[in-house]
């Protein structure tokens, strides 16, 4: 049974600091890109950041760089997102997601969610 299992979550206030951890299991995610989502309040689900399966490239959505980093453990199935300088605008619920991309076609996981809350 895969599973994904966020944790980290928190209220913090404006200027801190959170990490979220993402442990993948059930089957080898070496070739998964992983990723965060995240929800706000009353608003859709939306990409945060993204790391390929080596670790070697990342990407993030414009509101978060600079602030934000992701990062994969050596084994592959976990992945981290360091939040730093974290503004209310970030309270949402984070998700993370892994996917693989074959050829034409794709599928992925997604956690339960973990809540992060930031208060002015």
């Known amino acids: 049974q895969v599973q994904l299992v966020e944790s980290g979550g928190g209220l913090v206030q404006a200027g801190g600091s959170l990490r979220l951890s993402c442990a993948a299991s059930?089957?080898?995610?070496?070739?998964?890109?992983m990723g965060w989502f995240r929800q706000p309040p009353g608003k859709e689900r939306e990409f945060v950041a993204a790391?390929?399966?080596?670790?070697?490239?990342?990407h993030y959505t414009d509101s978060v760089k600079d602030r934000f980093t992701i990062s994969r453990g050596d084994a592959k199935n976990t992945v981290y997102l360091q939040m730093n300088s974290l503004k209310p605008e970030d309270t949402a619920v984070y998700y993370c997601?892994?996917?693989?991309?074959?050829?034409?076609?794709?599928?992925?996981?997604w956690g339960q969610g973990t809540q992060v809350t930031v208060s002015s």
């Open positions: 790391i390929t399966s080596s670790g070697g490239s990342t």
């Open positions: 997601n892994a996917i693989f991309h074959g050829v034409g076609y794709s599928h992925d996981y």
């Open positions: 059930g089957r080898t995610f070496s070739n998964y890109v």
